[in-house]
């Protein structure tokens, strides 16, 4: 079975430009979740969706922050503009219902 | 306040033997669920076992086994026979309130395991 899937792997980018993370949950999981893992703050829940739709954005650092999920299985971590203490590594994880959530490979993000 | 707590930063065991990783939690919660993950060095996070806060027995998964203390709120994970390849950051996690439709995660600030041949 594959797994969740997230793109790109590495991404280095410029302060003040536009960084869209993407995931695919695994097939027939109906929540998704994203995360970010830095040294500082560990980590740390930034949103997630049941059925598509966002419960709990409490995470989210800041307005240039933004989270979609347009369909079961797709969904985008944006920053706009992002900027260098948004480098940290993007976990996507998806779960079916209260089962045990399974991780992608993460994102390893660097704003320089 | 922390939900979970990893006092341990980073341990060293022998290979083939037993090591024991603390986590502690704080709910006011009856009914909640309690998840160690695997992280290698390779970043990847691995789900590894999962204790609900009812059952009766401890979770057991392979070399891994959940020393599950209710009373202390207390869920410490017990890996046997140490293997090189268990060399990573442990982190515990937990979730509240699992009969509700609420799955987020709380987790801990981890644990790394160095298994030494």
């Known amino acids: 079975d594959a797994g969740v899937i997230q793109s790109p792997r590495h991404e280095v980018t410029e302060m003040g430009q536009e960084v869209t993370l993407r995931c695919k949950p695994i097939?027939?999981?109906?929540?998704l979740f994203w995360y970010r893992q830095t040294m500082m703050r560990g980590l740390e829940l930034l949103i997630y969706f049941n059925n598509n739709v966002p419960i709990d954005d409490s995470g989210m650092p800041e307005d240039r922050f933004s989270a979609k999920m347009p369909n079961a299985s797709f969904s985008t971590l944006k920053i706009q503009p992002s900027e260098p203490r948004d480098s940290a590594v993007y976990f996507c994880?998806?779960?079916?219902?209260?089962?045990?959530?399974?991780f992608g490979d993460g994102t390893r993000l660097s704003i320089l | 306040a922390q939900k979970i707590t990893q006092t341990q930063p980073g341990m060293f065991v022998q290979e083939k033997e037993a090591v024991t990783l603390d986590c502690t939690y704080d709910?006011?919660?009856?009914?909640?669920?309690l998840f160690w993950y695997k992280q290698p060095s390779s970043g990847e996070m691995i789900f590894l076992i999962y204790?609900?806060?009812?059952?009766?027995q401890n979770a057991t998964e392979g070399r891994y086994s959940l020393n599950f203390q209710k009373a202390r709120k207390s869920a410490n994970l017990v890996i046997s026979a140490s293997q090189l390849g268990d060399s990573a950051m442990y982190f515990c996690a937990m979730r509240e309130s699992v009969f509700s439709n609420d799955y987020k995660l709380s987790f801990g600030a981890g644990t790394t395991v160095t298994v030494r041949a």
């Open positions: 097939s027939g999981h109906n929540s």
């Open positions: 709910t006011s919660d009856q009914s909640y669920g």
């Open positions: 994880a998806s779960s079916h219902s209260n089962q045990p959530q399974h």
């Open positions: 204790q609900g806060s009812y059952d009766e």
